[in-house]
């Protein structure tokens, strides 16, 4: 929970670290699923002193190696919480190369960021030196229809996306990448939809470009209340419960305000 609200922790991976100097054992549990890339360039960043890029919302535990509880940081919505302590409590065994555990601070509310967190887990370590096989790329799901509800108003204006659609585009950061296509008119026979939309060939449209994590870094928005018609921003864009799995992505894109829901 942070500033009273509260931010479902569905996924888990915990791997070896260091900790204040020591061999450390640390534990993520994230909203959205922790790819194989995303984990292996957190642990590299830590090896070379950094701080980790994790997809918000998620919270990180840090252990000793004998299960001593360290402190934990966590992050969601615009907000980062650096690692600390206050009243929280935890603990973790190792058992069969997997860690079990948990960790709870009653809700603070004191301080800018009132926050606290009741977390249990259960999850495979992954050893020092070890890494993740890359993620695998399943082909189209099968007779799977795309679903888009939500909200997409701009001065007041209610835009109606009812159409949606998901494609590759080329890699961004040396990473594959998606473009999500939401539009107003339908869409689906058109060779270059996200073009199109973005200079409002299907009415109101919403052209969202993302990693396979759900990292957005491109987004474009065509509305027919803006007065230029469109414009391109990422502004405090970003996807909750994201998934990409066979052959599909589904999950919420929100600007914190009412969300939309896509499939």
Same mark, same amino acid.
């Given at each position: 929970?942070?500033?009273? +609200?509260?931010?479902?922790?569905?996924?888990?991976?915990?791997?070896?670290?260091?900790?204040?100097?020591?061999?450390?054992?640390?534990?993520?549990?994230?909203?959205? =699923?922790?790819?194989?890339?995303?984990?292996?360039?957190?642990?590299?960043?830590? +090896?070379?002193?950094?701080?980790?890029?994790?997809?918000?919302?998620?919270? !990180?535990?840090? @252990? =000793? !190696?004998?299960?001593?509880?360290?402190?934990?940081?966590?992050?969601?919505?615009?907000?980062?919480?650096?690692?600390?302590?206050?009243?929280?409590?935890?603990?973790?065994?190792?058992?069969?190369?997997?860690?079990?555990?948990?960790?709870?601070?009653?809700?603070?509310?004191?301080?800018?960021?009132?926050?606290?967190?009741?977390?249990?887990?259960?999850?495979?370590?992954?050893?020092?030196?070890?890494?993740?096989?890359?993620?695998?790329?399943?082909?189209?799901?099968?007779?799977?229809?795309?679903?888009?509800?939500?909200?997409? !108003?701009? $001065?007041?204006?209610?835009?109606?996306?009812? $159409?949606?659609?998901?494609?590759?585009?080329?890699?961004?950061?040396?990473?594959?990448?998606?473009?999500?296509?939401? =539009?107003?008119?339908?869409?689906?026979?058109?060779?270059?939809?996200?073009?199109?939309?973005?200079?409002? !060939? @299907?009415?109101?449209?919403?052209?969202?470009?993302?990693?396979?994590?759900?990292?957005?870094?491109?987004?474009?928005?065509?509305?027919?209340?803006? +007065?230029? &018609?469109?414009?391109?921003?990422?502004?405090?864009?970003?996807?909750?419960?994201?998934?990409?799995?066979?052959? &599909?992505?589904?999950?919420?894109?929100?600007?914190?305000?009412?969300?939309?829901?896509?499939?």
């Amino acid at each position: 929970m942070v500033k009273g +609200k509260s931010y479902p922790l569905k996924n888990a991976a915990a791997y070896d670290t260091t900790v204040d100097g020591e061999q450390g054992i640390a534990v993520v549990l994230s909203g959205p =699923t922790i790819s194989s890339e995303k984990l292996n360039a957190a642990m590299k960043s830590e +090896k070379a002193g950094e701080i980790p890029d994790f997809r918000k919302p998620y919270v !990180k535990l840090e @252990f =000793t !190696k004998a299960g001593v509880f360290k402190g934990w940081g966590a992050g969601a919505g615009d907000i980062s919480l650096g690692r600390h302590t206050s009243n929280a409590t935890g603990e973790l065994k190792l058992q069969d190369g997997r860690v079990i555990g948990k960790a709870n601070q009653p809700n603070e509310t004191d301080g800018m960021f009132p926050s606290g967190l009741d977390v249990r887990f259960d999850v495979p370590l992954l050893r020092a030196g070890e890494s993740l096989p890359p993620s695998k790329k399943p082909g189209p799901a099968a007779n799977v229809k795309p679903s888009v509800t939500g909200v997409f !108003k701009k $001065n007041g204006k209610d835009a109606k996306l009812t $159409n949606v659609s998901a494609h590759w585009r080329e890699p961004f950061g040396d990473k594959p990448s998606i473009v999500l296509v939401f =539009t107003e008119k339908d869409h689906s026979k058109d060779k270059k939809p996200d073009f199109n939309a973005g200079f409002g !060939k @299907f009415g109101s449209a919403l052209v969202v470009s993302l990693h396979e994590d759900g990292d957005i870094f491109g987004c474009e928005v065509a509305h027919s209340a803006l +007065k230029h &018609q469109n414009f391109s921003s990422i502004g405090k864009i970003q996807t909750n419960d994201f998934e990409y799995a066979d052959g &599909q992505v589904k999950g919420e894109l929100t600007t914190g305000w009412p969300r939309r829901r896509v499939r």
